[in-house]
């Protein structure tokens, strides 16, 4: 079973940043993907960004100018960098892996609040 681990949430005011951390129970080498999805109260959850295990990363285009996915290999962490943030970014941010045959695991959110 794997375990991911979500930390760096919280209140912060609007213009600020956060870094979000996951960390896997297992080598993050083992997943074809990993990412960070959110879900704002009343919506639907979303992709904010991916990256492979390769490196190649991927954005919902409205954050890309503003939020930045990467990884620590040695340390089986991803993090998500997060700038410029505003209330609209209010939601519980997700990490995801994915393996290679499609299975997916769900950390259990951390919340970020922006205020304006």
């Known amino acids: 079973q794997v375990h991911l681990v979500e930390s760096g949430g919280g209140l912060v005011q609007a213009g600020g940043s956060l870094r979000l951390s996951c960390v896997a129970s297992?080598?993050?080498?083992?997943?074809?993907?990993m990412g960070w999805y959110r879900q704002a109260p009343g919506k639907q959850r979303e992709l904010v960004a991916t990256?492979?295990?390769?490196?190649?990363?991927n954005y919902q285009v409205s954050l890309k100018a503003r939020f930045t996915i990467s990884r620590d290999n040695a340390k089986n962490t991803v993090y998500l960098q997060m700038n410029s943030l505003n209330p609209e970014d209010t939601a519980v941010y997700y990490c995801?892996?994915?393996?290679?045959?499609?299975?997916?695991?769900w950390g259990q959110g951390t919340q970020v609040t922006v205020s304006s």
């Open positions: 297992s080598s993050i080498f083992s997943f074809a993907a």
């Open positions: 995801n892996a994915k393996n290679i045959y499609d299975s997916n695991y």
């Open positions: 990256i492979t295990s390769g490196g190649n990363t």
